[in-house]
């Protein structure tokens, strides 16, 4: 099992609440955020703004291009009885992510803790009770 959490992303006026997969592989100098592109439609940001640009990134399957739109938004982690700080991030679009996706830096910003990942367990930096993952919420 994987750690999910609910989020909600805004951007420009809009805002979207999914799931989004933690994935710490997933390593920059900056909090981003991974859209698959009918996710970055509803955000109102395909077609790309004007200050997007093509960028390669390197995953675990090979290398995948992605569009990038610097600080874009800012994204929440919604977790029922709490919220997290909102934290503006670069988004990322994808036409081959099926998943939302946060990298290393903007997990550890929102201030999640990744608790025990094979059972889907995490929590906020500041409390002391585990949280369960979110089911898969897919784009397809």
């Known amino acids: 099992m994987a750690v999910r959490v609910r989020v909600r992303v805004e951007s420009g006026g809009r805002e979207l609440v999914t799931t ?3 994935n710490t592989g997933f390593e920059s100098d900056d909090a981003e955020i991974l859209l698959p592109l009918r996710a970055a439609e509803r ?8 200050d ?3 960028e390669t990134y390197v995953s675990a ?3 995948m291009r992605v569009v990038k739109i610097p600080r874009a938004g800012t994204v929440t982690v919604l977790a029922g009885d709490r919220s997290s700080e909102s934290v503006v991030a670069d988004f990322l679009v994808s036409e081959v992510t099926d998943e939302v996706l946060l990298n290393d830096k903007l997990i550890g910003r929102l201030k999640i803790v990744i608790e025990e990942p094979g059972e889907g367990l995490w929590r906020f930096r500041d409390e002391d009770r585990p949280r369960a993952s979110e089911r898969p919420e897919r784009w397809l």
Do not use: E
Request: charged share 5%; hydrophobic share 40%.
């Open 20 to 22: 989004a997969l933690l």
């Open 43 to 50: 955000l109102g940001l395909w077609p790309p703004p004007s």
């Open 52 to 54: 997007a640009r093509t």
């Open 61 to 63: 399957s090979g290398y």
